[in-house]
């Protein structure tokens, strides 16, 4: 989680964490948002920090993704549109996204009908960062890798290299 904070802080975009409140997170030297302990679903925590954020947009990173690039970060910042999301290999990458405030009613329809955040983001008509334009700012498939299994952790690590 410390790679996606500092590369949020870096983008100079304010960094929060939205967490659960029985979640255990190292000192980050950034606010923690609590979202709702139920449901246990990404979309509450993207409402919570929609809902903190009041009128302004957000750029979403997963804390899984040690990857994500400042230079991408601020540059999602920067558009216009409601909904932008990176791609990769033709799948959406919904936590790798800007998020307009405007978004909220809906984020929180698609929450109260448990939808997925795929689903709900594809209902959004999204505008999509395609890999042609990610690559502008690194390998597309390192930006959007996230760590899901222990495999997949030591991968980051090997990537990340012996001093991370």
């Known amino acids: 989680i410390a790679y996606p904070v500092a590369a949020v802080a870096a983008a100079g975009l304010e960094a ?17 948002l609590h979202e709702p302990d139920a449901p246990r679903h990404p979309l509450c925590g993207i409402v919570a920090a929609l809902r903190h954020a009041r009128t302004r947009p957000l750029v979403v990173v997963g804390c899984d993704m040690p990857f994500a690039d400042a230079r991408l970060l601020a540059w999602l910042g920067s558009l216009r549109q409601p909904l932008a999301v990176a791609s990769v290999a033709g799948f959406a990458q919904p936590l790798l996204a800007r998020y307009d405030n405007a978004l909220l009613p809906a984020l ?6 448990d939808w997925s955040l795929r689903r709900t983001v594809e209902s959004l008509a999204p505008r ?37």
């Open 108 to 113: 929180e329809a698609a929450l109260e009908r």
């Open 16 to 32: 929060v964490v939205v967490a659960k409140r029985d979640s255990e997170l190292p000192p980050l030297g950034c606010p923690t």
């Open 128 to 164: 999509i960062v395609a890999e042609d334009e990610l690559a502008r700012f690194g390998d597309p498939r390192r930006l959007c890798f996230n760590v899901n299994t222990f495999a997949d952790l030591e991968r980051a690590e090997r990537l990340l290299g012996p001093d991370s």
